[in-house]
């Protein structure tokens, strides 16, 4: 049975950070693409970022360049995502998912869509607040 169960979320300060990880089971885990996304409270779900099944291509929305940095251990079956200056705005539920397919964020630099990815984690809460 495939799962993905994402953890490091909580309440972190304006500026800090937090690592989030993504453990996968019951699939090759190197066979498929990462996704995270956020769901924060009243919006839609939004693509954060993705990497290839192999780790070599990455991607990232505008929003969180050059602060959030995506990576894969293959051999330990997990993604990681780490966050850095965090701010209110990046309040929100996190969530990984995952493809075996070659998806639109892998292929041109874009973020990662929702429809494109089969399988989802319950998510983890990350709350930046004073």
């Known amino acids: 049975q495939l799962q993905l169960v994402e953890s490091g979320g909580g309440l972190v300060q304006p500026g800090g950070s937090l690592r989030l990880s993504c453990a996968a089971s019951?699939?090759?885990?190197?066979?498929?693409?990462i996704g995270w996304f956020r769901q924060a409270p009243g919006k839609g779900r939004e693509g954060v970022s993705c990497i290839s099944s192999s780790g070599l291509s990455t991607s990232y929305a505008d929003s969180v360049k050059g602060r959030f940095t995506i990576s894969r251990d293959n051999a330990r079956n997990t993604v990681y995502l780490q966050m850095s200056s965090l701010n209110p705005e990046d309040t929100a539920v996190y969530y990984c998912?995952?493809?075996?397919?070659?998806?639109?964020?892998?292929?041109?630099?874009?973020?990662?869509?929702?429809?494109?990815?089969?399988?989802w984690g319950q998510g983890t809460q990350v709350t930046v607040s004073s």
């Open positions: 019951g699939f090759t885990f190197d066979y498929y693409a």
């Open positions: 998912a995952a493809v075996s397919r070659r998806t639109t964020c892998v292929m041109t630099g874009a973020p990662p869509i929702t429809g494109e990815y089969d399988y």
